[in-house]
């Protein structure tokens, strides 16, 4: 894996499909260049007419994404900052909202906080057994203020509440695929690996432009977003600076 402090970010394009991996040392979190560099290849890939469907997934084997960096949330000084760092989730997830072409993901592993937030705004999910969930957000002292409504969408407010009322609790894979987050489950990646080539083949075969209208049908009533999300990165990026909040990061932080 990259050892490099902003994380990697790579897109190839095959047969139609832009296959995205981004990465970082620390569990695949993500730092804001990270953030703003993978949400400028989304709008990028959504003007490509080479491209037909994105696949987005992450490096390695273990952890598919450990959320916001630790680093980064503890060396917020003041809210300007703080809501800027926040926002960098929320501007990805407008992106991928807004992007013409439907976003396929592919999780083999652990995702926490903006990671859930993450697969949320991806149109289809493919999972396997290993890729339990958390919101974890509460027990550092703030919330999933941003990623709150992107969940909510997809699977409901009784998910929601259960994931960031229950901040200690790992759901399992098959638990999120009954909430709607996941779409299929597999024993490993292997098995995931090749129905994920075969989905992606099928829907290829489909008409484009039925796919890109399903996507934005799909996306109606999400309009708000545009100014909700921002203003939700401004509460976190408030309630960060608090001290509980600091000396809980710490804490989490020790212990990597």
Request: aromatic residues 8%.
């Amino acid at each position: 894996m990259t050892d490099r402090l902003n994380g990697s970010l790579y897109t190839k394009i095959e047969n139609c499909v832009a296959i995205v991996e981004f990465g970082h040392p620390k569990s695949n979190s993500f730092p804001l260049e990270l953030l703003e560099r993978l949400t400028r290849e989304i709008d990028l890939l959504s003007e490509d007419k080479s491209v037909r469907l994105i696949l987005l997934k992450s490096e390695g084997d273990r952890a598919f994404c450990a959320g916001a960096s630790f680093d980064e949330l503890l060396a917020i000084e003041d809210e300007a900052n703080g809501k800027r760092f926040f926002e960098g989730f929320a501007h990805l997830f407008l992106a991928m909202r807004r992007c013409t072409k439907l976003i396929i993901g592919r999780v083999q592993g652990k995702t926490v906080g903006g990671g859930v937030g993450l697969v949320a705004a991806m149109d289809y999910v493919f999972a396997t057994e290993a890729a339990s969930v958390k919101l974890s957000e509460l027990s550092l002292g703030i919330g999933p203020f941003v990623i709150a409504p992107v969940i909510l969408r997809k699977a409901g407010q009784a998910t929601l509440n259960e994931l960031f009322m229950a901040p200690d609790q790992w759901k399992s894979a098959y638990w999120v695929q009954e909430k709607g987050l996941f779409a299929r489950v597999f024993e490993n990646t292997k098995d995931m690996d090749k129905e994920i080539d075969y989905f992606l083949d099928k829907l290829l075969q489909s008409n484009p432009e039925a796919l890109s209208e399903m996507k934005r049908i799909t996306w109606q009533g999400t309009e708000h977003w545009e100014e909700e999300l921002i203003k939700n990165a401004a509460i976190s990026g408030k309630l960060v600076l608090s001290e509980q909040t600091k000396a809980m990061l710490a804490k989490f932080k020790n212990k990597d």
